[in-house]
């Protein structure tokens, strides 16, 4: 058994050491642990302080691609590397490293496919009591479009089995840890939450800038994950409200008409009652639409879910190399 410890970074040589540091060699259930960094273009030393910090493996994007991309670059290389689990933890050493067994444990069992970091957020003193109270409501959100019991949604510190890893695909370029639970939560996927604990904080947040651009980038985040995901509720239920105010609108000007014989006064009902109905039928109509795309990107989904078994068996029994990546430079 195979674990590989992967983390994503920008510009990190300044706690990448301390996080490298606290990183386990040896845990419980497996034969091998490696590291693995993505440095996301980097315009510091980063990529190389990790070569000699001992690093195994080390990608490089030649330019910033963002987090989401970073995650999913690590996650092929992984798959790539033979990987039968991958951790992914932040190089800022926000989570407590020697917390990484109690999220191997329930995917070595076989209880999960899938486990989060749940960080004590009541508790962290780095934390205002405004984003405190935004974590909460975000994975509240999550909670209900994935239909999971993740407590701590935006926790980056997670275990991933490999056939989970296969099923993976991130549409948005923000962030991964909002959508990647709500896509496991739709294939059915064991979802698991562990406590693990958190460190003091080295730096300021560099995904979250501002609590009102991390709101609005979270709420458009899940916004298009419900609509990739679930389309026909989101777009079937608000149909289903503007043909009922039409309807009511429409029965308002018929009886105005036929009880009373003042039906002229009233031809505003029956304007916006026509209205909401062709705006409702419209939305029912894309939601059928946007039903047939969701069942072909599932069987996209399967094809893709093959190759990659596909792809990575070869891979593990000629020991290739995970992805061709430009040379480090300084």
Known sequence: MKLIIQIPCLNESGTL????????????????VEWLIIDDGSTDNTAELAK????????????????ATAFMTGL????????????NTDADNQYEASDIPHLTAPIISGQADMVIGARPIDETDHFSWLK????RLGSW??????????EDAPSGFRAISRET???????NAYTYTLETIIQAGVSNLRIKSVPVRTNADLRPSRLVKSISSYVRRSLVTILRIFVIYRPMAFFFWPGLVLCSIGGVAALRFLYFYFATGDGAGHV??????????????????VALLADIITANRKLLERISLRVQRMEHSINRECELPPIAVPPVTG
Do not use: W, Y
Request: charge should be positive; aromatic fraction near 4%.
């Open 268 to 285: 505003q009902s029956l304007v916006l009652g026509a209205l909401c109905i062709i705006l409702g039928s419209m939305m029912f109509m």
């Open 132 to 135: 405190k109270k935004l974590q």
């Open 141 to 150: 959100a999550v909670r209900v479009a994935s239909k999971t019991d993740v």
């Open 52 to 67: 000699q910090l001992g690093v195994d493996h080390v990608i490089r994007h030649p330019v910033n691609r963002g987090l």
């Open 165 to 171: 890893a296969m099923r993976l695909n991130v549409f």
């Open 17 to 32: 050491g301390i996080a490298l540091a606290e990183l386990p060699r040896e845990v419980e259930g497996f034969d091998v």
């Open 76 to 87: 092929d290389a992984c798959l790539r590397l033979g990987a039968d689990v991958i951790v």
